[in-house]
């Protein structure tokens, strides 16, 4: 890395780097009001077209639920529904320390959350989760109508940051939205925890200190 491509900006993926989720405590719970097998549920929610569109804003929460009770004739209705697909989240001690980088890091440089997620989901851990007063940027798919590893999704988060990629470093848990980033030049780290992230910071020349 050459002066000339100095890092300006730093963008974090949220789940599973600052806020970690399982989606098997969803479907359990769920399990009980429909005759679908816990593996079945899993499957149909959350690596789906139907996610995906709620995630892309394509489709309203109403609208997500009302397919999701067609699909697995779910004996709920969408008050009790809400709070099942909202409580799959934790911090552990992991995303604490991604946290507290986060908030070390500010004051030197552009912080930003690039995230996929649906507007339940992003209302409610605003709501649950003190994690989010350390970006000065924040940029979901439900509200730019484009999911990661889309790229406009990355093109939208370098224009607000007004960074040029070579100068823009990211982590994410996922190799294959990482690999993306990097087909636009961004710095693209995978996430391996959060000693591997401060070695990552350091050999693209970010004072971490």
Do not use: C
Request: charged letters at 25%; zero cysteines.
């Amino acid at each position: 890395m050459t002066d000339n491509h100095k890092i300006q900006a730093i963008i974090f993926d949220l789940g599973r780097v600052l806020i970690d989720f399982d989606h098997t405590i969803a479907a359990k719970r769920i399990a009980k009001f429909t005759d679908q097998t816990v593996p079945e549920i899993f499957n149909f929610f959350f690596d789906s077209k139907l996610t995906g569109l709620f995630e892309e804003d394509k489709i309203t929460p109403l609208e997500f639920f009302s397919e999701v009770r067609s699909a697995l004739n779910l004996r709920l209705d969408y008050q009790a529904f809400v709070p099942i697909w909202n409580e799959i989240f934790f911090l552990s001690e992991e995303n604490l320390a991604v946290y507290q980088l986060a908030k070390s890091l500010r004051a030197k440089y552009k912080i930003m959350l690039l995230s996929n997620t649906n507007i339940l989901h992003f209302e409610y851990l605003k709501k649950s989760f003190p994690v989010f007063d350390v970006f000065h940027h924040i940029i979901t798919s439900f509200e730019v109508g484009f999911q990661k590893p889309h790229p406009l999704i990355y093109k939208k988060a370098l224009t607000v940051l007004e960074t040029p990629a070579e100068e823009v470093f990211y982590t994410d848990d996922r190799s294959e939205l990482v690999e993306a980033a990097r087909n636009l030049r961004i710095r693209g780290f995978v996430f391996r925890g959060v000693e591997q992230l401060k070695k990552d910071l350091m050999g693209a020349g970010v004072n971490i200190n």
